[in-house]
């Protein structure tokens, strides 16, 4: 619970000292900044298990359905459909430029006369959180390569077993 002080200019939290709290803050910002690293992490998992479930879907159901009736408009579809989730696939597999921790040397010039050690925590949480806004674009556009590759190979089954209902 958060507590005002009239005297005091500044938030606490019911009695801890602000130093403490700019610590706590930058500790915040550190653990924000590991989970956003775990997230793209878990995209990657993900993407990586969607591309082996296309190329399983297309190795079995394509070879049967290119055995019997050649090309037709739902083997083309899903033809068309696995190539989205292997080009989003790429996308996100991709190593994009994104920091997950500071550089320790442009970190230790930018601070070294920095003295009073609340000023140093704060200007750290916010770097850190500059730094998660920053990677935030990408996750969100990684995020959403996931979501295309999945779609895209729910289409190929559906366009697979189009073309398998008629043979």
Not at 35 to 63: C, K, P
Request: hydrophobic fraction near 50%; aromatic fraction near 8%.
């Amino acid at each position: 619970m958060l507590c005002r002080r009239e005297a005091q200019p500044f938030v606490s939290l019911c009695g801890v000292p602000p130093s403490t709290l700019a610590e706590l803050t930058y500790e915040q910002a550190q653990k924000a900044l590991e989970q956003q690293e775990r997230q793209v992490n878990e995209l990657r998992q993900r993407m990586g298990t969607l591309l082996g479930a296309a190329a399983l879907t297309a190795s079995f159901f394509g070879s049967a359905a290119l055995g019997h009736d050649g090309t037709s408009l739902p083997i083309v579809l899903a033809g068309i459909a696995l190539g989205v989730t292997v080009l989003s696939g790429l996308f996100v597999l991709y190593p994009h430029r994104m920091q997950f921790a500071a550089d320790a040397r442009r970190l230790y010039d930018a601070l070294q006369d920095v003295a009073d050690p609340e000023p140093l925590h704060l200007l750290l949480a916010f770097g850190l959180r500059d730094t998660r806004t920053q990677n935030g674009r990408r996750v969100d556009w990684l995020a959403g390569g996931v979501a295309i590759s999945a779609v895209a190979l729910v289409m190929q089954i559906v366009c697979w077993g189009w073309a398998l209902a008629f043979l």
